[in-house]
């Protein structure tokens, strides 16, 4: 089978490998639609070739003996790790933080024609879809869990302010399910006016572009003085971690929605720390709870997750799709079909 391997952020190379082999509770899947993710372009992740892509959404095309509860034809969705529960930090809550998450893969990757399901994947996150969500909207079921899994941990009460600094296909994530948490005001702040117009569409009720803006004092206008009471930063920069913390209320959130490089610094006056009881909160990664939790808000039309998908190619041109992820302009989500582009989304905007 056709796989798209990645040797570097700009050495993306479509090479044959074998279709993977299945044993007893497994499943193979064909691959029918795979997201590119931001967190590939970050060079100190990953440093092994590895098979592009970790947002597939696949077709069961083989069934491992034993296997009962799927069967050839389904359509579905297998977070790319899986936690377990038998584990003090699974215990408490924490089951992307054990490190058995990070040791289960999807085999090979996401971006190639056929991948294997481990009994473990299929015993802890493993869904069905229903024909009500669409494969491409369900290419947003991973990352978008990610979001998810972080707005619980913002503590948003009913009608705060929201502020979202960075407004790529996250960003935007954010934007939009933050009022199924309780936001009233949504603000996002990004340097492109197209991802901006993109955040309104989303339903941002304001944007601010700190290029031609001091953002800080459009905060306070937009909102009778204040600050934010919840910022989500998305842009993994010291000076962009400064900005959010320097639009947080006293009292509020500062949640930190992706990582610097292993090194950086981040300062903070350690007296202002104190007194303006900020609350600052993480969250790697979507655990089985985050996907179940998404998926019944897509499928009951809370999440407009078709209108995140910018691009789409074919899997000869991955190369090209990955260069577009790099270049981070005017693009959300771009979808690459191992088995080729529907005719139907072929030059869907």
């Given at each position: 089978?056709?796989?798209?391997?990645?040797?570097?952020?700009?050495?993306?190379?479509?090479?044959?490998?074998?279709?993977?082999?299945?044993?007893?509770?497994?499943?193979?899947?064909?691959?029918?639609?795979?997201?590119?993710?931001?967190?590939?372009?970050?060079?100190?992740?990953?440093?092994?070739?590895?098979?592009?892509?970790?947002?597939?959404?696949?077709?069961?095309?083989?069934?491992?003996?034993?296997?009962?509860?799927?069967?050839?034809?389904?359509?579905?969705?297998?977070?790319?790790?899986?936690?377990?529960?038998?584990?003090?930090?699974?215990?408490?809550?924490?089951?992307?933080?054990?490190?058995?998450?990070?040791?289960?893969?999807?085999?090979?990757?996401?971006?190639?024609?056929?991948?294997?399901?481990?009994?473990?994947?299929?015993?802890?996150?493993?869904?069905?879809?229903?024909?009500?969500?669409?494969?491409?909207?369900?290419?947003?079921?991973?990352?978008?869990?990610?979001?998810?899994?972080?707005?619980?941990?913002?503590?948003i009460q009913p009608g705060d302010t929201v502020a979202v600094v960075g407004a790529g296909f996250m960003g935007q994530g954010f934007v939009h399910l933050a009022p199924l948490f309780g936001a009233g005001k949504v603000v996002a702040l990004d340097f492109s006016d197209w991802r901006l117009a993109r955040a309104r569409a989303f339903g941002a009720t304001h944007t601010i572009n700190p290029a031609s803006e001091d953002a800080v004092e459009a905060m306070?206008?937009?909102?009778?003085?204040?600050?934010?009471?919840?910022?989500?930063?998305?842009?993994?920069?010291?000076?962009?971690?400064?900005?959010?913390?320097?639009?947080?209320?006293?009292?509020?959130?500062?949640?930190?929605?992706?990582?610097?490089?292993?090194?950086?610094?981040?300062?903070?006056?350690?007296?202002?720390?104190?007194?303006?009881?900020?609350?600052?909160?993480?969250?790697?990664?979507?655990?089985?709870?985050?996907?179940?939790?998404?998926?019944?808000?897509?499928?009951?039309?809370?999440?407009?997750?078709?209108?995140?998908?910018?691009?789409?190619?074919?899997?000869?041109?991955?190369?090209?799709?990955?260069?577009?992820?790099?270049?981070?302009?005017?693009?959300?989500?771009?979808?690459?079909?191992?088995?080729?582009?529907?005719?139907?989304?072929?030059?869907?905007?």
């Amino acid at each position: 089978m056709k796989a798209a391997i990645q040797y570097g952020i700009d050495d993306i190379r479509i090479e044959s490998l074998p279709v993977p082999e299945i044993g007893p509770g497994e499943l193979l899947l064909k691959t029918l639609a795979c997201g590119l993710c931001g967190g590939e372009t970050m060079a100190w992740y990953k440093t092994e070739p590895k098979v592009l892509g970790h947002e597939p959404i696949g077709e069961v095309v083989e069934v491992g003996r034993g296997v009962t509860d799927y069967r050839i034809g389904d359509r579905l969705f297998v977070n790319h790790h899986v936690g377990r529960i038998d584990s003090h930090l699974s215990r408490r809550g924490h089951f992307t933080r054990d490190p058995f998450y990070k040791s289960t893969r999807l085999d090979p990757g996401g971006v190639c024609e056929y991948y294997r399901v481990s009994a473990q994947h299929l015993a802890m996150d493993t869904h069905k879809l229903p024909e009500a969500i669409s494969t491409e909207a369900a290419v947003t079921i991973e990352p978008w869990s990610c979001v998810l899994s972080g707005l619980k941990v913002c503590h948003i009460q009913p009608g705060d302010t929201v502020a979202v600094v960075g407004a790529g296909f996250m960003g935007q994530g954010f934007v939009h399910l933050a009022p199924l948490f309780g936001a009233g005001k949504v603000v996002a702040l990004d340097f492109s006016d197209w991802r901006l117009a993109r955040a309104r569409a989303f339903g941002a009720t304001h944007t601010i572009n700190p290029a031609s803006e001091d953002a800080v004092e459009a905060m306070r206008a937009l909102n009778r003085g204040r600050l934010a009471d919840t910022v989500i930063v998305i842009a993994p920069f010291a000076a962009a971690w400064a900005q959010a913390l320097a639009l947080t209320e006293v009292g509020g959130c500062l949640h930190l929605g992706a990582p610097m490089p292993p090194g950086e610094s981040w300062a903070r006056d350690g007296n202002a720390a104190y007194f303006d009881q900020i609350t600052v909160t993480s969250r790697y990664s979507s655990d089985h709870t985050d996907t179940y939790s998404f998926i019944r808000l897509l499928e009951a039309g809370r999440i407009q997750a078709d209108a995140a998908i910018s691009h789409r190619f074919a899997l000869d041109d991955a190369a090209e799709a990955f260069a577009l992820l790099v270049a981070a302009r005017e693009s959300l989500k771009i979808v690459v079909y191992p088995h080729g582009v529907p005719a139907e989304k072929q030059g869907v905007a």
